[in-house]
């Protein structure tokens, strides 16, 4: 077969550039330009007439940075049937101030290319259309996702572990983590090949997705590990859930050859505990429970929590 891009391709629907007028399509954008890792890079739409920002979960902006207060500032936005009238800025007596372009405010006007200041965090205020929002988002994923599986990468879940490990020594919030690591990989690769064995880890990540719940977040966190976070989980759901992916990665075959690949997966779970010092402990946990698991013929879920692993 011959190179694909030898001759030109004819497309005349090209999208024409914009004369720099403000469009009905452009929405506000607030983008975060520094911050913390999680936050990094994160963009979101104003469509409300008012939009918190703040530390605290609830807020429409939740941002991960210990110098922001729990309730921050809020940005409202006037329209009218013209467009978009005014957007301003209120600080919400936050601890440590609201700055715009460097300047510490009460209250102030934006305008697109403002940078706002809470804490370490930065958001820079912009009109964005479509295309620009697509691009941001994109950018977005290359840096927080796997880019043969589609799932978060190993520097993005860890930083939500961190972040959910905070969140709870601090309010008492219920989470649970599940380990996976597919049983008999090699053999795949050994038998099918390298090529056969991505293939697999591409289906078997969607998969896990699929048998998951929306809140749940998905990371790759080695060649055929995996690391699940459930959150307001406690053990006996994140039990049921890791047992759920556990079925259908057995019943899963993957269309290939005449015979098609099947392997299992052994998995560790684990719920957040007050005494657990932090995340590298919290994931030795859950390993030891995947190592457990692995002992006992593999194709096995095992659940540990810090009292078992005292007991050695
Ligand atoms: P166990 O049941 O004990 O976990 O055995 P295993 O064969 O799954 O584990 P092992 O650690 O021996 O091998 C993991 C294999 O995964 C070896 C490595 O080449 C393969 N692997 C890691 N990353 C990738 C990848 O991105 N693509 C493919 N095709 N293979 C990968
Ligand atoms: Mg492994
Ligand atoms: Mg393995």
Request: glycine share 8%; charged share 30%; with cysteine.
């Amino acid at each position: 077969m011959g190179d694909p891009y030898e001759e030109t391709i004819c497309d005349r629907k090209l999208i024409l550039p914009s004369d720099g007028g403000p469009k009905a399509e452009q929405s506000i954008v607030l983008t975060i330009i520094a911050g913390s890792e999680s936050d990094f890079g994160k963009h979101f739409v104003l469509e409300r007439k008012r939009t918190a920002v703040g530390r605290e979960k609830a807020n429409d902006i939740a941002l991960n940075d210990g110098k922001v207060s729990k309730a921050h500032c809020e940005i409202s936005v006037i329209r009218s049937g013209r467009g978009i009238e005014q957007i301003s800025i209120l600080d919400l007596d936050s601890t440590n101030g609201t700055y715009v372009n460097g300047e510490t405010i009460i209250q102030a006007t934006l305008r697109a290319g403002d940078k706002i200041q809470a804490g370490d965090t930065i958001l820079q205020l912009s009109y964005s259309d479509e295309i620009e929002r697509e691009y941001h988002a994109k950018l977005f994923d290359f840096a927080a996702r796997d880019a043969l599986t589609g799932l978060y990468n190993k520097r993005f879940i860890y930083n939500e572990l961190e972040n959910y490990c905070r969140i709870a020594r601090r309010s008492g919030r219920t989470f649970s983590i599940i380990l996976i690591d597919i049983d008999d990989f090699k053999q795949i690769n050994d038998h099918h090949g390298h090529l056969a064995g991505d293939e697999y880890l591409k289906q078997f990540a969607a998969l896990v997705r699929n048998s998951l719940r929306e809140q749940d977040i998905a990371g790759r966190v080695g060649g055929e590990e995996f690391l699940v976070i459930l959150p307001e989980t406690a053990i006996e759901g994140a039990l049921q859930l890791a047992v759920r992916v556990r079925k259908n990665v057995e019943e899963f075959v993957l269309p290939y050859k005449s015979s098609g690949i099947h392997t299992t997966i052994s998995a560790g779970v684990c719920q957040y505990e007050k005494g657990i010092r932090d995340v590298k402990e919290f994931l030795d946990v859950a390993d030891q429970a995947l190592y457990e698991a692995k002992k006992a013929e593999k194709n096995k879920v095992m659940r540990v929590s810090l009292a078992d692993r005292g007991d050695g």
